[in-house]
């Protein structure tokens, strides 16, 4: 009976294996959900929701987000938004067929009779109520339920992350929801907002999908960046190199996202006017972001670096992060845009940023948060051959297609005359696709090695000497999270305990 009482919530957590998972309210649970449908559907902004999920309750020190309930419902949502966009494969007419941006006049009822375009839309609905109750959860948890001490200066900067990305998409998906609601208006009511031959304009569709698209962009990206500065000084056993510029670098890059979304329209003909001022506002975004490179480069300089699995892959993303952003910004010239728009220079572009990036990031993350959500360190040499072969292959795959955009090779196509510098290019690419895969399947051995068999190092509260709350409480933390949370006197909670420690042995 003793032993009974001491465990606050024993038929929740432990009865019904599968039915608890079903009902769960828990952050922590909920966080793991969204991460593993993510790498069902394989996509990227539910894997940083699930990371937000799963994290900031514990770094903040509190019980569970602010509304445990809307929570649940957010992922059971994203959940049914997935299987409508899937089920538009078995639509009446045929499947969604306009591509990712579902540009009017390709999704008009002529062009896409069929009802997968619709699903589409719907599914996108669905999404955009999840992705809003996940913000609104957010921000109302990181403003109202930080431990005693935390002000905002002492706030981890990945939390600060998660509360720019909240404001930005309840910012950007209005945008997206108001258009794609009108495009359903356009294919089953009687209005021509985007068709041309009545009046309509395409255009106006492309302004308000790219004005939520852009910022977007940055919601993939700016938990990853919180999350690097999380991993960047924990194994350079450094404070962060300027933690207040980091954290307003974080803000400075959501206000200017909202600013730059017509430099995916270039070659529609905006004028030079138009086409200058998004020109400069795209490059200034490069200011806040260059602020954050060298903190990091600063953070690592002179550090007594620890080079396991999660630091390479976060070396890894600020390397191949930074040569996104370089890319980034000759594209962000308008004639060099007119060149390469639509060219295999922008597909290359936008992998480093979100595959060399976000993915990179998402691994350091994974690597580094693993102990805590299951309680087994993953295996170091099984995880850096995985970062190394991911590496390589990464590179293999995405530098070429620099070079195709460059010969003016376009997206999209799947054949093209043989011989020359494009085959040898596109083999390079192809054989690089193939060591990535084998770097991924290397990552989920060392899943299954330590998960599955259990030979995974048990790790204790703190396995990394970490800073943040997230690791004062148990790994994996009980349903309640922390039997007691230390008063915060910086952003170095775990840091300062540990001294305290050692000052009284
Ligand atoms: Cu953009």
Not at 19 to 29: G, I, P, Q
Not at 65 to 93: E, H, K, Q
Not at 363 to 391: C, N, Q, V
């Amino acid at each position: 009976m003793a032993a009974r009482a001491e465990t606050a919530y024993p038929v929740t957590w432990k009865s019904g294996r599968v039915a608890s998972w079903l009902v769960t309210v828990d952050h922590k649970r909920i966080g793991i959900l969204y991460i593993a449908t993510s790498l069902f559907f394989l996509v990227v902004v539910p894997i940083l929701a699930g990371f937000g999920n799963y994290l900031v309750p514990l770094m903040i020190g509190a019980r569970d987000v602010a509304f445990p309930r809307l929570n649940a419902m957010s992922y059971w949502l994203y959940l049914l938004g997935g299987i409508v966009l899937w089920s538009s494969w078995f639509a009446t007419g045929g499947t969604a067929r306009a591509g990712w941006w579902s540009y009017p006049t390709l999704s008009e009822l002529q062009f896409s009779p069929g009802h997968g375009q619709d699903y589409w839309i719907l599914s996108i609905h669905i999404l955009s109520l999840s992705s809003l109750l996940g913000a609104i959860n957010f921000i109302v948890t990181i403003v109202n339920m930080r431990a005693r001490g935390m002000t905002w200066m002492r706030m981890p900067l990945f939390v600060w992350s998660m509360l720019t990305y909240g404001i930005l998409l309840l910012l950007a998906l209005p945008a997206l929801s108001a258009a794609v609601t009108m495009l359903l208006l356009d294919r089953r009511g009687y209005t021509h907002f985007f068709l041309p031959s009545k009046g309509g304009s395409v255009v106006l569709y492309q302004h308000m999908f790219w004005f939520f698209g852009h910022p977007e962009v940055y919601i993939m990206v700016l938990p990853v960046f919180g999350m690097i500065s999380e991993i960047l000084p924990v194994f350079s056993r450094k404070p962060i190199f300027g933690y207040k510029a980091v954290a307003f670098a974080t803000i400075g890059i959501a206000f200017f996202s909202m600013l730059v979304w017509a430099h995916h329209m270039f070659t529609t003909g905006l004028g030079t006017g138009l086409d200058s001022f998004f020109m400069i506002s795209s490059m200034v975004i490069a200011v806040p972001t260059g602020i954050k490179i060298f903190n990091w480069v600063a953070t690592t300089w002179r550090g007594n670096l620890i080079l396991d699995t999660p630091m390479l892959f976060a070396l890894g993303f600020v390397a191949l992060f930074t040569i996104g952003g370089l890319s980034g910004i000759f594209l962000a010239a308008f004639p060099v845009d007119w060149q390469l728009n639509d060219s295999y220079y922008v597909v290359a572009h936008f992998h480093y940023v979100l595959f060399g990036g976000s993915a990179f990031g998402f691994f350091a993350g994974l690597h580094y948060w693993w102990p805590k959500m299951f309680g087994r360190l993953l295996d170091e040499r099984l995880g850096k051959l995985s970062f190394w072969t991911m590496f390589v292959g990464f590179n293999a795959t995405f530098l070429p297609q620099h070079m195709l955009g460059l010969l003016g090779m376009p997206r999209r196509i799947y054949t093209y005359h043989h011989g020359g510098l494009w085959e040898a290019y596109n083999l390079t690419s192809t054989v690089g696709s193939g060591i990535l895969t084998v770097g991924i399947g290397i990552f989920l051995l060392n899943v299954w090695v330590t998960q599955v068999q259990r030979r995974g190092v048990r790790a204790g509260n703190d396995p990394w000497l970490a800073d943040t709350l997230e690791w004062y409480t148990t790994s994996p933390p009980p349903p309640h999270n922390f039997d007691e949370v230390p008063y915060v006197t910086s952003a170095r909670p775990l840091r300062d305990l540990r001294v305290k420690l050692a000052e009284e042995t």
